[in-house]
């Protein structure tokens, strides 16, 4: 697991935009969730790019109404981070509907300069994680739920991808991705997952 900070900047040559985005991620209830969110909050939709770099990373607890958003981006080449823990608030039992959701938001400041920490989430390999869809094995038929969704957008390049929790469970690279990025984020800032299921 890494667990240090490091100084070296990583160059991107800039290309004709891409963008990646799972074929069934639109019918996901993380889209359907992250919609409202981004409108809710004021956040603006990165899948057509950002000037810069801007990276989103969504934890998500089984069995729990309560998600956490960490977003890190540059600004006049600076780089700042925000922390957002999210209630959904339901009505109804079977068919449940979202009322709304209640919102606590905190500025994240890390031990080491946020330019290191970027540094250190690219050496993870935070730009190049592949969705659960494109593992080897993954059954489409089953019912799959994920615990981590990370979105990285460039001016060039946007990307999104999920870890479901079997793969949080497991010894694959996917799985170990995710869990040294949330691990970096709990000691280098005062974020903290509300639980500690991976």
Not at 48 to 66: A, N
Not at 81 to 92: F, H, P, Q
Not at 118 to 144: C, E, M, R
Not at 153 to 171: E, F, G, K, P, W
Request: hydrophobic residues 35%; neutral net charge.
């Amino acid at each position: 697991m890494l667990a240090f900070c490091t100084s070296r900047q990583q160059v991107l040559s800039p290309k004709d935009f891409v963008s990646e985005i799972p074929e069934d991620f639109q019918d996901s209830a993380h889209a359907y969730f992250a919609k409202n969110i981004y409108k809710m909050l004021g956040l603006h939709d990165i899948k057509e790019g950002v000037k810069g770099i801007e990276m989103r990373f969504w934890v998500e607890y089984l069995y729990s109404d309560i998600e956490d958003l960490i977003i890190i981006k540059d600004s006049n080449s600076s780089y700042y981070g925000e922390w957002y823990r999210l209630k959904y608030n339901y009505s109804g039992r079977r068919n449940r509907k979202l009322d709304s959701i209640s919102v606590v938001k905190e500025q994240l400041e890390p031990l080491c300069e946020w330019s290191s920490i970027v540094d250190t989430l690219h050496q993870i390999g935070v730009q190049k994680g592949l969705d659960y869809s494109k593992l080897p094995g993954f059954d489409k038929s089953a019912n799959v739920s994920s615990s981590y969704v990370a979105e990285y957008a460039t001016s060039y390049m946007y990307r999104i991808y999920r870890v479901n929790a079997s793969c949080l469970h497991q010894s694959n690279n996917e799985g170990r991705r995710a869990c040294d990025i949330v691990s970096l984020f709990e000691r280098q800032t005062k974020f903290k997952r509300l639980l500690k299921d991976w």
